[in-house]
């Protein structure tokens, strides 16, 4: 009786496939129009609407190239099933209820035909929006034609209903008015001319300043702007915050215990490395020969021999105790610092459209600064880094991570990491300046230089 049941299963699986497939590409075009909605007002997904930065744009162009592929795969699968298979049977009928009051159920009948219309005519008006046009660096989707949602208003009797309640949601209708809707975000400083830029812009401020809209759209670009600052700030305080109370819980509370215990039954050894080994010996020498060096200018009273070896005893097991706290605590950060790196990537993984604003926040305060800020920011990271004397701090940042994490630290290693990782930092400042910041902002990097010499 299995196999039977399978067969028919897969069946009715291989005659849905046309339906299947176009509510996949449907899915993805409400998905476009969602973007829209929330991110550009209603228009389409173009550098041209939204006051947003590259990073994300570079975000929002990933996604609706996205779901742009999965549209295309969809229509050609729905094409191609639907030459061999029924798309639907006319004589199907669905019927919705309005959520309404228990005493005023309201019936709406909806045609399945028509609905395979009502989502073909919606997933051909997302993809006529769209042609995409590859620019330098990045692949940047065009506006084909600009196109503004109106709802289909809800009738009965063979009509799809569009309050929502039921299979079809809001339809858009296209305009045809492509060529004036698609140049008014655009400013007239973005186009190319014979005429210099400060003049275009100028005169771009002058319409701007002239439009009966310019008042709705400041408030709305302060909004926008608003909303992303506060975005970034909060994931850039989760970013620091998740990470900390992720090593101090993981320490204090799972993996503590967990060494503490292990370390006790197995009477573990008290120095990690020789290096540690070698600091406690130096200590407790240190101590003996401060007590005999009191006692003999006469700043202790004279104690006997038996006496400062009882001393001395007491001395090294307090310096036991110091020490193999130590070597517990050194492996406890080891785990627990695993634990907050990998909370911080999951940050990073989970939360990409927070990371795309965070990118976008900083490059505009980056590039929002003044020349001689930009050059002043730019001479303290590379001389605080890359300078003469960022070796000295290196190595004293090298030393304290390898005596967190209980390792001994190899001076051959760190004196390789400063002679190849500061290179390395100063090459990619190098190339920044000249690859971005001498394209965005000349006279900044003038001003480094000048500065500079």
Do not use: C
């Amino acid at each position: 009786m299995a196999i039977p049941n399978f067969l028919r299963k897969a069946q009715q699986w291989f005659f849905k496939t046309p339906e299947r497939a176009l509510d996949q590409a449907y899915e993805a075009a409400k998905m476009i129009e969602a973007i829209e909605t929330e991110y550009f007002d209603g228009n389409p997904i173009s550098p041209n609407y939204g006051n947003y930065g590259r990073s994300s744009l570079n975000y929002f162009q990933g996604e609706l190239q996205k779901y742009l592929n999965l549209i295309n795969l969809r229509m050609t699968e729905f094409r191609a099933s639907s030459v061999v298979l029924r798309v639907s049977d006319p004589k199907i009928m669905e019927i919705q209820v309005d959520n309404r009051a228990e005493s005023e159920y309201a019936l709406n009948v909806i045609d399945k035909p028509a609905i395979f219309f009502r989502k073909l005519q919606f997933v051909d008006e997302v993809l006529a929006r769209y042609r995409s046009v590859e620019m330098a660096p990045t692949t940047v989707v065009m506006v084909k034609e600009p196109a503004t949602a109106q709802p289909v208003k809800a009738v009965e009797g063979g009509e799809v209903n569009g309050s929502g309640q039921g299979a079809i949601a809001p339809f858009a209708k296209t305009t045809n008015s492509a060529d004036q809707n698609g140049q008014r975000g655009a400013g007239l400083s973005d186009r190319a001319s014979v005429l210099p830029r400060s003049i275009l812009r100028t005169v771009d401020r002058i319409r701007q300043d002239l439009d009966p809209q310019a008042e709705e759209q400041v408030v709305k670009n302060f909004r926008s702007s608003r909303g992303r600052t506060t975005t970034a700030i909060k994931f850039l305080l989760l970013l620091v915050i998740v990470p900390l109370l992720t090593q101090q819980f993981a320490k204090n509370y799972i993996v503590g215990p967990v060494v503490d215990y292990v370390r006790t039954n197995q009477e573990a050894d008290v120095f990690l490395n020789l290096e540690m080994e070698e600091e406690a010996l130096h200590e407790l020498q240190q101590y003996e020969e401060r007590l005999r060096f009191e006692v003999l200018i006469g700043k202790v009273e004279p104690i006997r021999e038996a006496e400062i070896e009882d001393r001395v005893v007491e001395k090294a097991t307090e310096i036991e105790d110091q020490y193999r706290k130590r070597s517990a605590d050194a492996v406890k950060n080891v785990f627990s610092d695993t634990l907050a790196v990998g909370a911080f990537i999951m940050l990073l993984v989970k939360q990409k459209r927070e990371v795309g604003t965070l990118k976008s926040f900083m490059d505009e305060i980056v590039y929002g600064l003044s020349d001689s800020a930009k050059a002043f920011i730019i001479i303290l990271f590379t001389d605080m880094f890359v300078g003469f004397h960022s070796p000295h701090g290196w190595e004293v940042l090298m030393e304290g991570l390898s005596r967190h994490l209980g390792f001994a630290a190899n001076r051959e290693f760190i004196f390789l990491f400063i002679a190849t990782f500061p290179v390395i930092l100063d090459t990619v400042f190098k190339y920044w300046i000249f690859r971005y910041l001498n394209r965005i902002s000349p006279s900044a990097v003038a001003t480094y230089k000048n500065m500079n010499e």
